[in-house]
C-alpha cells in the first residue's frame, strides 16, 4: 500500500470523479484508476461503485476513508516535523472561522503569514462555531476561531480567550430605531429578525438574552453568513442583533446600541494532540503563546 494509492482515493471520494480527481493529483486518469484497482485487489475489497453518471464509495471504501486521511496527515505532519527540525516550516494548516470573527484582522494576518513562511499553504474553512469545535477535535482542521457566548467553554480542545465583546441592533438607516441613541431587548422584540440558524452559537447568544428577559422575538430570516444579513437589512425587511466590533464592516446600515443585550467571548482552540509546525507558526504571527 503507497501513499499515493491513499491519496488518489480521498480524491475520488471527494471530488466524486475519478476525472476530477485525476485532474486534481495531475496524473491522467487511465494511472489513477490503475492505482486504485491494484490497491482494492490487495485489500480484497472494493472501494468504489461505479455508474456511467457518478462514483459512490462502498461500504469498505467508507470504512478506508478516514483510517486513510489519517496515514496521509500523519505522513505530512512527519515531514513537516523533520522540516522544522532543520530550521524550515512547510505543509499545511487549516483555519476554522466563523462568519463574524472581529477579534484578529484574519485577512492582514495570513498576508504576514505568508511572507514569513511561503512554503506553507493555509486552507481556510467557514462554519459554525460547534462544527469548527468538533472538526478540531478530530483533527479535521488545526485552528479556529469560535464565538461563544459567555460562560461556555470550548470543550475537548485546548485554546486561549482573544476578546468579549457586547451585541448592537443593526438596522436599515430608514428604520425609526436609526436615529436612537440605545435601544433595549423589549423594544426590539417587537421587530422582525434575520438570525443565524436555530441552535448555532451565533443565534444561541441572542436566543439566550431574549429568554432571560421574559421576551419572545420572531426570527423571520434564517441565515448563514453575515453579508447576507445586512442585504436583508438594508432592504428593510427586518433587524438584527450582531458583535459590535464586527458591523463597522457592513455598509448601508446603522447600529444602535443595546441595554443590557447579548454579548460573546472569541476564541481561538487548536487540538489538545499538539501543534504541527506550521500551525504553530501561525500562532506565533497571531502573538498567542501556546502555552
Request: glycine content about 8%; hydrophobic content about 45%.
Amino acid at each position: 500500500m503507497e501513499l499515493q494509492q491513499l491519496r488518489y482515493v480521498v480524491a475520488v471520494a471527494e471530488t466524486g470523479s475519478f476525472t476530477k480527481a485525476a485532474r486534481r493529483c495531475l496524473v491522467v486518469q487511465s494511472a489513477l484508476s490503475h492505482q486504485i484497482a491494484r490497491l482494492e485487489r490487495e485489500l480484497g475489497a472494493r472501494l468504489f461503485d461505479r455508474t456511467s453518471r457518478s462514483v459512490r464509495l462502498t461500504p469498505a471504501g467508507s470504512a478506508f476513508l478516514s483510517p486513510a486521511r489519517q496515514c496521509l496527515d500523519f505522513a505530512e505532519r512527519a515531514a513537516a516535523e523533520v522540516a522544522a527540525a532543520v530550521g524550515e516550516v512547510r505543509g499545511q494548516v487549516v483555519v476554522g472561522v466563523i462568519p463574524t470573527v472581529a477579534a484578529v484582522d484574519l485577512p492582514a494576518a495570513l498576508r504576514v503569514f505568508r511572507e514569513r513562511y511561503p512554503q506553507v499553504r493555509v486552507a481556510l474553512r467557514m462554519l459554525p462555531s460547534h462544527e469548527l469545535a468538533e472538526q478540531v477535535r478530530h483533527g479535521v482542521i488545526d485552528l479556529a476561531f469560535l464565538g461563544l457566548p459567555p460562560g461556555v467553554k470550548p470543550e475537548g480542545v485546548r485554546g486561549h480567550e482573544l476578546a468579549r465583546d457586547d451585541h448592537v441592533a443593526v438596522v436599515a438607516p430608514s428604520h425609526s430605531l436609526a436615529g436612537q441613541a440605545e435601544t433595549d431587548l423589549r423594544t426590539l422584540a417587537d421587530e422582525l429578525f434575520v438570525d443565524f440558524p436555530a441552535g448555532s452559537p451565533g443565534r444561541m447568544q441572542s436566543d439566550q438574552a431574549f429568554a432571560a428577559a421574559g421576551l419572545h422575538r420572531d426570527v423571520a430570516f434564517e441565515v448563514t453568513t453575515a453579508e447576507l444579513m445586512a442585504g436583508l437589512l438594508r432592504e428593510g425587511l427586518g433587524v438584527a442583533v450582531l458583535p459590535s466590533r464586527y458591523t463597522p464592516r457592513l455598509s448601508g446600515v446603522v447600529t444602535v446600541p443595546i441595554t443590557n443585550g447579548p454579548s460573546r467571548v472569541e476564541h481561538l482552540v487548536w487540538s489538545t494532540a499538539g501543534l504541527t509546525p506550521a500551525a504553530a507558526a501561525f500562532l506565533d504571527v497571531l502573538g498567542v503563546a501556546a502555552g
